[in-house]
């Protein structure tokens, strides 16, 4: 295992290494002049060289990307363009607010598509699965944002049950009081896509040997499902869950913009917006390293699940 | 609309010969009632796309031909009530022109003025679909959007695929080291989360049509290029490509004249997939404002402009956004089901 460990991790500097460098080039040859960005709309030639300068954008190529990947290595990316903040503290201060939200959802999501994709499962090939799933293809062909404006506009400003929309220092408030109605609308949205999914897992798992094995020695469908299809299709959802959950740091963005949620991934669209370079930079390796890791520990947690998966 | 239906998204028509792989495929399509129908709302919406390209139709989307949120047709004007709320002035007005520092000009402007004629054109009370807050006809502007987000989706989709295709075919085929940098390009891309990757590129790239065409097909060619490349390892092996090596075909040739026309079927499914996610993207970048230009409209604007007209009560433009992307991706889907179910029995049931 510690060997695997090693060897694993060893296999993930090559890649990070290509992300800093996608990185560093994409914006180093595909976006503006940082100094223009920073100088503003007045500035006169004499201040673009002076922040040139102070930038270290003179230097040569090799020597800006080592102040870059020092940057990545000490975590100091300096402030943000655009406010002044240090982006560490930037982060630190966002996270809370993205996970207020995004861990009910993928909690709610993951524990609601289950049982509704068993049940989709258990009546297979039937009229009702067969109109269940064409209702999906439909829901899933309206768009996200149609859901959350009509959404918004329904539960929040006609019948009043939810707020618009809001956000306060305290978890609690937040969690009970502003955090609801954006969870519910995801969860919906994200309901249809998932059932589908996990409805294919348990499907593939139904054709196989030891569910006829069951079915021989007299197991009532209902046995089946619930105690060999679903423990072994656990595999795959947890992949899925896994797949998804470098996601949660980013947030769902969408929902934070809408519902003015002050996150991480608003924060990272209203960079996109400002042309904030450093906040962008660092996010997207950050997460990548995030990404690595969480994949690293969902081939661990194979072998924690099912004892026959070999690591190697 | 019968042209199209004779030639389904470019499948060769059936040869005389024995059955083909394509003409296979044709034939089970035209069994799949559902795939028909939804091939045949593709086809209407692809020349709507067409219509509105050549300017035949919605050439005028700009054109504020009804009141501001004139609403549609059935529901009959809206009440003119709140337009007389501010009750006119009485009384003398007081001379101020002792006071006035612009006063001794009036007279000049005044003549400026009557030099252009501002031609008062009729507005609508009510349109077949209403109208927006600045009295443009929101049919003609769904039509509009139409053709720009199927437009991206379509273009996006056939850059992702080009450049899977590509990546993939060489990095299934030679394997080895270049196997090897297409695996690490591969790594590097799928471990940024995709909507960050999209982030990164729309802060570099400005707006507008080819910037987002651009952004979607540079980060969204993964899925394809895995598929593509597994394809390929699997039929470089096989005795049909050896037998060419045989007799001296190139390795280009091999690639591109032997196995790509066998896994041809993967790459259609794989594009027909990716139309409906990135004109689902391009709708979501549009609203945020990191899409398509303000001077032009796409399903993604539509709802942008109608979540503030909806708090109004003015909900004709979100519902006609609505409805043209539901129906349009809603078929595409089906089409694509059927389509992959034509083209790969093996896969048929599965999703």
């Known amino acids: 295992m510690a060997a695997y ?14 992300v800093v460098l996608l990185v560093f080039f994409l914006f180093k040859y595909f976006g503006s002049d940082p100094a223009e960005i920073l100088g503003g709309l007045n500035a006169t030639p004499e201040t673009i060289d002076a922040i040139r300068e102070q930038l270290g954008l003179n230097k040569p190529v090799w020597e800006q990307l080592w102040i870059f990947v020092k940057q990545i290595l000490t975590f100091d990316w300096g402030r943000s363009w655009a406010t002044n903040e240090s982006v560490s503290h930037l982060f630190a201060s966002r996270l809370p607010a993205t996970l207020t939200v995004m861990v009910p959802i993928l909690l709610l999501q993951v524990l609601l598509a289950i049982p509704f994709a068993l049940a989709v499962a258990y009546v297979r090939g039937s009229l009702t699965d067969r109109s269940i799933m064409v ?60 059932t589908r999914l996990y409805r294919t897992f348990f499907l593939d798992e139904i054709g ?26 656990m595999i795959p959802i947890l992949t899925n869950v896994a797949v998804e959950l470098p996601g949660i740091f980013v947030g769902s963005f969408l929902i934070e913009v809408f519902f003015s949620i002050p996150g991480i991934g608003r924060e990272v669209f209203l960079a996109v917006n400002r042309g904030d370079y450093p906040v962008i930079q660092a996010v997207t390796i950050y997460l990548a390293v995030i990404t690595m890791v969480i994949n690293l520990l969902t081939d661990v947690m194979y072998k924690l699940v099912d004892p026959r998966v070999v690591l190697k | 609309m019968s042209a199209v239906l004779e030639n389904p998204v470019g499948v060769p028509t059936p040869a005389t010969r024995s059955d083909g792989v394509w003409s296979a495929a044709a034939r089970r399509f035209r069994g799949d009632r559902v795939g028909v129908i939804a091939l045949l709302i593709v086809a209407a919406f692809l020349m709507l796309v067409l219509a509105a ?16 949120n004139a609403p549609p047709t059935f529901m009959g004007a809206a009440a003119k009530a709140e337009q007389e709320a501010i009750a006119q002035p009485k009384g003398p007005n007081v001379d101020l022109s002792a006071v006035d520092p612009l006063a001794p000009r009036y007279k000049e402007w005044a003549e400026r003025a009557a030099q252009f004629k501002t031609a008062e054109h009729a507005r609508a009370d009510t349109l077949p679909f209403g109208a927006d807050r600045l009295g443009r006809d929101v049919l003609a502007k769904a039509i509009k959007g139409a053709e720009i987000s199927i437009l ?30 297409l695996e690490w390009i591969y790594n590097v891309f799928t471990s940024i989360p995709s ?45 049909y490509v050896r037998s060419a090596e045989a007799i001296g ?47 032009q409209v796409s399903w993604g604007t539509m709802l942008a402009e109608a979540q503030s007209e909806l708090i109004l009560g003015h909900w004709w433009q979100l519902a006609a956004a609505t409805v043209f992307m539901a129906v349009f991706v809603t078929a595409f889907s089906l089409m694509t089901d059927a389509l ?12």
């Open chain 1, 5 to 18: 460990l090693i060897r694993r991790l060893w296999q993930m500097i090559p890649t990070l290494a290509g």
């Open chain 1, 135 to 194: 209702l999906t293809t439909v829901a899933l062909s309206i768009s996200f944002l149609v859901y959350v404006i009509v959404g918004q506009y329904l539960l929040a400003f006609q019948f009043g049950w939810f707020p618009v929309q809001g956000w306060t220092d305290s978890f609690w408030t937040n969690l009970v009081r502003y955090a609801p109605l954006p969870v519910l609308l995801a969860v919906l949205v994200s309901l249809s896509p998932q």
């Open chain 1, 208 to 233: 196989q040997d030891y569910v006829r094995t069951a079915r021989a020695k007299g197991l009532t469908e209902r046995a089946i499902l619930l105690k060999h299809v679903l423990r072994n299709a």
């Open chain 2, 53 to 68: 390209g050549a300017g035949v139709v919605a050439r005028n989307w700009q054109s504020e031909i009804g009141v501001p």
């Open chain 2, 152 to 181: 991206v989706g379509v273009s996006a989709a056939l850059l992702a695929t080009f450049i899977g295709t590509v990546l993939g075919s060489f990095g299934g085929f030679f394997g080895g080291r270049v196997g090897d940098v």
């Open chain 2, 195 to 239: 909507i960050l990757l999209i982030f990164a590129f729309a802060a570099v790239t400005g707006r507008g049509v080819g910037s987002v065409v651009l952004i979607l097909g540079l980060t969204g060619w993964t899925g394809i290029y895995r598929l593509v490349r597994a394809e390929f390892m699997k039929h470089s092996v096989r005795e």
């Open chain 2, 249 to 295: 075909a190139s390795s280009m040739s091999r690639m591109f004249r032997h196995i790509l026309p066998n896994v041809s079927h993967v790459v259609l499914v794989q594009l027909s997939i990716h139309v409906v996610s990135f004109i689902k993207a391009e709708v979501i970048l549009s609203y945020l404002g990191l899409g398509v230009s303000v001077d």
């Open chain 2, 340 to 351: 992959r179910d034509a083209l790969d029995p093996k896969l048929r049931g599965a999703e």
